[in-house]
């Protein structure tokens, strides 16, 4: 069976959909990116696919190019939002997947994380 394009129950679907407001980063055909609600950092956006899939875990060949067009987007976003060039700077990006890695929204996402420090966690 294939998974569902957007799960109605879903907070990220609704944040996509605009049902519920977002600080919008960045928005094209396959992806949506926000600051996070509950910063760690000076710098803390969820970069997610705009389509529904609950997590790293449900990936496959067929979301390889979706997953590497969010990998290179990454550090440009990262860059835009205010994190400092590589070395000094630079960023941390986290995808929590599952219980055991911390996953709390089942809709696939990026953390991207930067800004000087000292951070709240991470
Ligand atoms: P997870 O623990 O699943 O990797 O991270 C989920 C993240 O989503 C958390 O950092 C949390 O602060 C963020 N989050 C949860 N609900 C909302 C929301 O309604 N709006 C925004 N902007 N972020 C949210
Ligand atoms: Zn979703």
Redesign the pocket.
């Known amino acids: 069976m294939t998974e569902p394009q957007h799960d109605p129950n879903c ?2 679907c609704k ?1 996509i959909a605009g049902q ?1 407001p ?2 919008k980063v960045y928005e094209d055909e396959h992806v949506f990116a ?5 910063p ?1 950092a000076p710098v ?1 956006f ?1 970069l997610v696919p705009k389509l529904h899939i609950p997590s790293m875990a449900q990936t496959g060949p067929e979301q390889q190019a979706l997953l590497g067009h969010m990998m290179v987007l990454a550090p440009k976003l990262a860059q835009e939002q205010g994190c400092e060039p590589y070395p000094e700077g630079g960023f941390r990006i ?3 997947t599952g219980t055991h890695g ?5 809709h696939l ?1 990026m ?1 991207v994380i930067g800004g000087p420090r000292p951070w709240l966690k991470g």
Do not use: A, P, R, T
């Open positions: 907070i990220f944040i519920i977002s600080k926000f600051h996070d609600i509950h760690w803390h969820l986290v995808v929590n911390g996953q709390e929204v089942h996402h953390h």
